[in-house]
């Protein structure tokens, strides 16, 4: 018989009546029993984004062959294919505008897939995503700032600009937050705040400036869109995503913990405001990165982890790689929409996804009973 002060048999936190071995107790559920099918899913979904890369890279006015496509990315590459040589025009379209977009699609919609499903388990809230930080609408002051009063135009750039907007958004939030505390209900009215302030900044600038035709632009960036992808854009928005998406994957027992209260965090031994902190810098920086390559692009992190945690189940160690992989197909087919609904003229990504977005939640909304 275990004495008072030897630790009993685990609780698993999904079926409190089901008491596990100690071995057993760091394995999530899902993957005790069906561990094999969700490696299986997770190589589907692996491959059906690499099919989505390919074929979305082909996809727009001037057509690519999957030769000349494959032929140009193993020339670039370094690696020797048997063929023609690729036209250079052709394989500057590929390599420098085609590939670089896909990419950055799929990066931007993984950063702000993982960053809702780690703010919808921190802050309890099913309507939590990146936007509601007030990161989105920072870096759209950021940007407009730069646009119309050409502060830093040299130096930083539209992108610039908007990234020095998100992180001076996130710095009030952090600010702001550091003499409330960091409980849920704080953090959501707290950045609720932020991004009505940044909001009505970026309105007043754009007012102000009276140029129909840089409100027209601003207003264009503001919707999100993959036009001006680049490479420098697509290896930090690489970095930043695989780091950020690192840490928050190894405090996926933390995130469980949260999704049941801090109490219960906090009684499985986690460090509440330490991790709380760490998590809200990580899809902060995250966010701000993604909004300052692509602009503002909502409902990809609302939606996305919802969808995924009805196919896989709630267990962070398992939803948050696979929300990386949804968002990223998710974001690549809706950008290759924009390209050809109404091509030749290109629709703001942004338009699509809420498009999609709005019934999809109203879905889940319905499915939880909540509508």
């Known amino acids: 018989m275990a004495g008072a002060d030897e630790p009993g048999p685990a609780v698993d936190l999904l079926e409190p009546g089901v008491r596990v071995t100690d071995t057993e107790a760091h394995v999530p559920p899902s993957v005790r029993r069906g561990g094999v099918r969700t490696v299986v899913l997770f190589a589907g979904g692996c491959a059906v984004l690499l099919v989505s890369l ?46 670089p977009r896909v990419l950055l699609a799929a990066l931007v919609g993984a950063a702000l897939s993982v960053c809702g499903a780690v703010l919808q388990a921190v802050t309890r809230n099913a309507l939590a995503d990146p936007y509601l930080l007030g990161v989105s609408s920072g870096a759209s002051a950021g940007a407009a700032v730069v646009v119309v009063l050409g502060f830093g135009a040299q130096a930083l750039g539209v992108t610039g600009g908007a990234f020095v907007g998100a992180l001076v958004s996130f710095g009030l939030l952090m600010l702001l937050l550091r003499r409330s505390g960091l409980d849920s209900v704080r953090i959501v009215l707290t950045g609720v705040v932020v991004a009505q302030l940044f909001a009505a900044l970026t309105s007043l600038v754009l007012m102000a400036s009276g140029d129909a035709d840089v409100i027209r632009a601003v207003t264009q960036w503001l919707l999100g869109s993959m036009a001006s992808a680049r490479w420098d854009a697509v290896l930090v928005c690489a970095s930043v995503t695989a780091v950020g998406g690192a840490v928050v994957w190894a405090c996926s027992g933390s995130l469980d913990g949260f999704s049941f209260g801090a109490d219960t965090a906090s009684s ?72 050809v609904a109404f091509a030749p003229q290109e629709v703001p990504v942004g338009v699509f996804t809420a498009l999609i977005g709005v019934p999809l939640f109203l879905l889940v909304l319905r499915r939880r009973g909540e509508l």
């Open 54 to 99: 390919a074929v979305s890279v082909r996809i727009g006015t001037a057509q690519v062959g999957y030769g000349d496509l494959a032929r140009s990315v193993a020339a670039r590459l370094g690696i020797g294919v048997e063929g023609p040589p690729v036209p250079r025009l052709l394989d500057s379209l590929v390599w420098d505008l085609r590939v």
């Open 268 to 339: 499985l031994g986690v460090d509440v405001r330490a991790t709380r902190w760490v998590l809200l810098v990580v899809t902060s920086l995250m966010a701000a990165v993604a909004v300052a390559a692509v602009g503002a692009i909502g409902f990809v992190g609302l939606i996305v982890p919802h969808v995924v945690r009805f196919l896989v189940g709630p267990l962070h160690r398992v939803l948050l790689p696979f929300s990386a992989v949804a968002g990223a197909v998710f974001l690549v087919w809706t950008d290759a929409l924009s390209r």
